[in-house]
Structures are given as structure tokens and as C-alpha cells.
């Protein structure tokens, strides 16, 4: 496994987006830093962590092919990794939040943000964000973040945690490139951790305007699909709507 330990950087998927640029990087290279100043979140937010108390990395991947699997089938099966990992260390209801937020007894412990960039008409280079909140005890005005230390009551090893998730990414994909599980395999174990799945929810749309619904699935396109008090179903994308809790 290659590892590169870097002390302050603007962000890990940019720098190893660059180093990739300038020569072959073999995959699962992974960049981690100990302080993140411009780390990139979901909806253009900025991922903010305490400087020594988290894990703030990102991962390589080369040549994915989209022309055998769709490329959002890695949206997938990042988080659903980092919770098989997470399961072991004495957190409870661990959820994936759509579409990526990695959740805790209902806090937000996690972020990844996905980058593709074309090599090739049918592959990609695909940079994985990932935020995790590990051995950090204050949030002032998040009162829906907390870390692995709070939730758990022990202080974990980042470095240990680190290898423990990139190589169950690594054991996933290469089980999903070789067929030995196929992309409906990750599918329905990420709507097995999917927040909020089949429960009635409030949601809020661009406009500020509050609805229920029940999500239903997050289809292959990677949109939220939820089910209106009218019984109609309708497909919502990443900017569209918020789910309240």
C-alpha cells in the first residue's frame, strides 16, 4: 500500500490530481494529510477538521472502465466500505446518508467526495475523498457532527484506521472487477445502510419549501427517489433537495 503522509496541504484530492497529471500512479495511492486548509465536500462545501485529530485523504483509482460497470457503482461502494470497516469499532447505527455522508447514532462522523476525470472514450481516473471525523471532541455550531472518540468513548489509532479502510476499498472494488460481486451485490447492501430508507421524512426543495415523502431508492444515476403523500414518486438530484432530520 502506498502511503503519503503529507503534514498541511488545500487538499488531498486536488494534490494527488496533480501528481497524477505528472506521472503513473499506481492504484489505491493514497494521499493523507494531517491538516486539510480548502478540502472539498458535497454541494461545493468546504470539509473543515481539526488539525491532527481526523483522517483527511483521498485514494486513486485508475482505468476504471465504464464501458463494463456504471461509474456511480463506486459512489456506492466507498461508503458501504468505510461502514463494513466502521462496524468494528464500537459504533452503533451506522448509516450511509444520501449521498454520501457517513452517519452515527444520527451524526455525521463522515463526508467523501468522488472526482472522475476521462483518460480514455471508456475509462476513467476516479480521486475518493474521504473526511472522518475521528479523535475530535468539540464542533461548535454542528450540533449534528460528532467523531468516532465521542460516539464510542475511545481514542482510535488514525494510521490503523486509515490502512483498515483503504485496503477494504481495495478488497471491494477488486472483488467487484474480478465478478467475484456484482454491482446489484453493492447496491442492495448500500440500501441496507440507507438513512432514512422506507421512513417517513421531511424534506426541503431549492425554493425553501418543506414536503413528506418516504425514500424509496437511490437510483443507478445516483438520484434520491422518494415516495409524495400522493403516492407519486418522483426523482430528486443532488442540489435538489435536503433531507431534514
Known amino acids: 500500500m502506498n ?54 485523504f483521498s485514494t486513486l483509482i485508475n482505468d476504471f472502465s465504464i464501458q463494463k460497470f456504471n461509474p456511480f457503482v463506486l459512489n456506492i ?76 468513548g475511545q481514542f482510535k489509532n488514525k494510521e490503523e484506521l486509515l490502512e483498515k479502510i483503504v485496503q477494504q476499498i481495495e478488497v471491494n472494488y477488486n472483488q467487484l472487477v474480478d465478478g467475484l460481486k456484482t454491482e446489484k451485490y453493492f447496491w442492495e447492501v448500500y440500501h441496507q445502510y440507507l438513512f432514512r430508507k422506507d421512513i417517513p421524512s421531511v424534506f426541503q426543495d431549492v425554493t425553501q419549501k418543506k414536503f413528506q415523502g418516504i425514500i ?11 415516495l409524495l403523500e400522493d403516492d407519486s414518486f418522483q426523482q430528486f438530484d443532488i442540489k435538489e433537495v435536503t433531507l431534514l432530520y
Open 216 to 226: 424509496s431508492k437511490v437510483t443507478t444515476e445516483g438520484k434520491l427517489e422518494v
Open 77 to 152: 461502494l466507498v461508503p458501504v466500505s468505510i461502514v463494513q470497516v466502521l462496524e468494528k469499532y464500537d459504533l452503533h447505527n451506522l448509516k450511509i446518508k444520501w449521498p454520501n455522508d457517513i452517519l452515527a447514532e444520527n451524526k455525521k462522523i463522515g463526508g467523501i467526495l468522488i472526482e472522475n476525470t476521462f483518460k480514455q472514450i471508456d475509462k476513467i481516473e476516479v480521486i475518493i475523498g474521504i473526511g472522518l471525523n475521528v479523535n475530535q471532541t468539540s464542533f461548535d455550531d454542528l450540533p449534528k457532527a460528532s467523531s468516532i472518540l465521542l460516539l464510542s
Open 3 to 56: 502511503i503519503i503522509k503529507l503534514n498541511a496541504i488545500p487538499s488531498t484530492n486536488t494534490f494527488l490530481k496533480d501528481l497524477s497529471a505528472t506521472k503513473k500512479v499506481e492504484n489505491f495511492t493514497t494521499v493523507v494529510a494531517e491538516n486539510q486548509t480548502k478540502g472539498k465536500g458535497q454541494r461545493g462545501n468546504v470539509w473543515m477538521v481539526e488539525e491532527g485529530k481526523n483522517l483527511t
